[in-house]
């Protein structure tokens, strides 16, 4: 792993995060932090291996399913199933994440729109709920896939 890398891992909030909470920093583990970071929102563990793996060649399979779990326990990583049969997981930037995702191609599209947020808050307190985050996943068709003809349905 090159000294840009680690230099960019460890200023990383992940990174920051799980100093914080007692984990050592290591080559491997920066690796992935950087991966979920700076290159890819929405990966599946072995994603991350393979964008790990050239960056931190001795990175192993089983280092980026720990880092993933320390991630999702400490609040800072969701696991979740975007459009395909694979477990993805998304950085927590914000306590609020929405997604628009394709059926047909997986394209998944993070969303920042105001008045979902309002919605949510606002359908909360009347409820009387108090939220500690948001998530909200949208499936259906992107503007892509709808203009490709239809398919008939395998039978």
Do not use: W
């Not at 927590?92 to 929405?98: E, G, I, K």
Request: glycine content about 8%; some cysteine; aromatic content about 8%.
């Amino acid at each position: 792993m090159t000294d840009d890398y680690v230099e960019i891992a460890r200023q990383g909030r992940l990174a920051s995060a799980l100093h914080t909470a007692g984990y050592k920093l290591t080559g491997p583990r920066l690796a992935v932090l950087y991966v979920l970071e700076m290159e890819l929102c929405h990966a599946s563990p072995q994603e991350v291996y393979e964008r790990g793996v050239a960056i931190y060649p001795a990175l192993g399979l089983s280092t980026v399913y720990r880092t993933l779990d320390i991630l999702t326990e400490l609040g800072l990583a969701r696991p979740a199933y975007l459009g395909d049969a694979s477990q993805r997981f998304t950085v927590h930037h914000d306590q609020r994440h929405y997604h628009l995702v394709c059926d047909a191609c997986g394209a998944i599209t993070d969303v920042d729109e105001d008045r979902i947020t309002e919605l949510a808050c606002s359908l909360a307190a009347g409820l009387g709920f108090k939220p500690r985050g948001q998530y909200l996943e949208i499936y259906g068709l992107c503007q892509h896939c709808q203009a490709q003809p239809a398919r008939p349905p395998v039978n």
